[in-house]
């Protein structure tokens, strides 16, 4: 079971927009900043936003992230099809003392 | 540019230890202002952080496995290694070492991983 608590999946048609949550608590989200992942099938998890809401060099503006509290979200705009994949965020649990992960969101673009 | 490539067995006898090094290029492994980690992903699952080691500091590993894992980085091959002892079958998983961004808890690039089964 994963600290950080994500929608198991959802979908969205092409040009929509699509937002993932992540919950948290005091200790992890509460205190820490937020990354997301993306993870095409088949493929290597590719960092999608850090620091809640930069995006690395390539990254195109219909991604972008925020955190609020104990939560935060991941805003997908214009969807395409190649944006179908799993999605997890991830932080830093301070009472874990170790980086921990949502349980992942399968984004279909239907 | 930076580069992560994970080695090591892919398939391993039950009880016995996974054994598996991720060479980097592109950048000092002695850095100190990045951790390097692994994380393992169970076919069909989650990414689960195994450890992260940092070159002269502290190393943080995974409550869940802390008692059967070592994450060591060697300085003068540019590497750093798991070991996992005592595997059964809920440690088949595709693993991945990644850079770790110290204090804003990123992790990028990753290696391409490697599937490690565990089977007699």
């Known amino acids: 079971q994963s600290v950080l608590t994500q929608p198991p999946s959802m979908s969205a048609a092409p040009g929509q927009k699509v937002t993932i949550s992540c919950s948290g608590g005091?200790?992890?989200?509460?205190?820490?900043?937020v990354s997301w992942y993306q993870q095409v099938p088949g493929t290597v998890p590719k960092l999608l936003i850090y620091e809640n809401d930069k995006r690395p060099s390539g990254i195109p503006d219909r991604f972008s992230g925020s955190k609020s509290g104990t939560s935060a979200t991941l805003d997908i705009t214009g969807l395409q099809p190649g944006d179908e994949a799993d999605y997890y965020c991830?932080?830093?649990?301070?009472?874990?003392?170790?980086?921990?992960f949502g349980g992942g969101t399968k984004l279909t673009v239907l | 540019q930076l580069q992560l490539q994970e080695s090591g067995s892919g398939l391993v006898k039950p009880s016995e230890t996974l054994s598996l090094t991720c060479a980097v290029s592109?950048?000092?492994?002695?850095?100190?202002?990045?951790?390097w980690g692994w994380i393992r992903q169970p076919p069909g699952k989650g990414l689960e952080c195994i450890g992260i080691a940092h070159y002269g500091r502290a190393t943080y590993y995974a409550p869940s496995l802390r008692s059967r894992v070592t994450i060591s980085v060697d300085t003068s091959k540019n590497q750093f290694s798991l070991k996992l002892t005592s595997v059964t079958a809920a440690d088949t998983a595709m693993y991945y070492c990644a850079r770790h961004k110290s204090q804003v808890d990123w992790f990028d690039p990753w290696g391409q991983g490697t599937l490690v089964s565990v089977s007699s």
């Open positions: 991830g932080t830093w649990d301070t009472s874990l003392s170790i980086a921990v």
């Open positions: 592109g950048d000092f492994i002695g850095n100190n202002d990045y951790g």
């Open positions: 005091k200790f992890d989200i509460g205190k820490k900043y």
